[in-house]
Antibody
């Protein structure tokens, strides 16, 4: 059974950093691209970043480019999102999801990030 | 960026009624269109991928169609468990973009 478990969320002040993790199990992690998607409270879904199976290719939405870094450790079957210079507009539930060639199939349960002073 | 215009924003359907939700892309997305259902407090669940392929385990009352810039999701016979918010996603080009969502309620 595929499982994706996010962790590392919480309350952080504007301008500070936070690192999210997504522990994967139930599939061969190193064979799949991965994504982070977020959802602000009461809002819709927004793709944030993607990484290829090897980690050699990454993609970001413009609003997080230069502030967020997606990475992975295939030996640990874990996906990461390093979030620096956080802003109030980054407040959201962050989901990791598996890539299935142009769409996301499995999603984690999500982790809440609140950016506030 | 490719814009996804989803309609209607909300919908109320009776038990057994057939409902349709539309998504229009700002450019051709070559059937790289997926549909998700999100129930309150839960993560989204994949229903349809590549515009018309039914995800394993999804009831056959859900179907997708479309090509080019116009796509639709149909639920043939509304059930209570179908309440939730439905989103389309284009995966043709980065940044991947979602529709704004359609809130479906049982009348």
């Amino acid at each position: 059974e595929v499982q994706l478990v996010e962790s590392g969320g919480g309350l952080v002040q504007p301008g500070r950093s936070l690192k999210l993790s997504c522990a994967a199990s139930g599939f061969t992690f190193s064979n799949y691209g991965m994504h982070w998607i977020r959802q602000a409270p009461t809002k819709g879904l927004e793709w944030v970043a993607s990484i290829s199976p090897s980690g050699g290719s990454t993609y970001y939405r413009d609003s997080v480019k230069g502030r967020f870094t997606i990475s992975r450790d295939n030996a640990k079957s874990t996906l990461y999102l390093q979030m620096d210079s956080l802003r109030s507009e980054d407040t959201a539930t962050y989901y990791c999801a598996t890539d299935r060639n142009n769409y996301f199939d499995y999603w984690g349960q999500g982790v809440m990030v609140t950016v506030s002073s | 960026d490719i814009q996804m215009t989803q309609s209607p924003p909300s919908l109320s359907a009776s038990l057994g009624e057939t409902v349709s939700i539309e998504c229009r892309a700002s450019e051709d997305i070559y059937s790289n269109l997926a549909w998700y259902q999100q129930k309150s407090g839960k993560s989204p669940q994949l229903l349809i991928y590549y515009a018309s392929s039914l995800q394993d385990g999804v009831p056959s009352r859900f179907s997708g169609s479309g090509s080019g810039t116009q796509y639709s999701l149909k639920i043939s016979g509304m059930q209570p468990e179908d309440e939730g918010v439905y989103y389309c996603l284009q995966g043709s080009k980065y940044p991947y973009t979602f529709g704004a969502g359609t809130k479906l309620e049982l009348k």
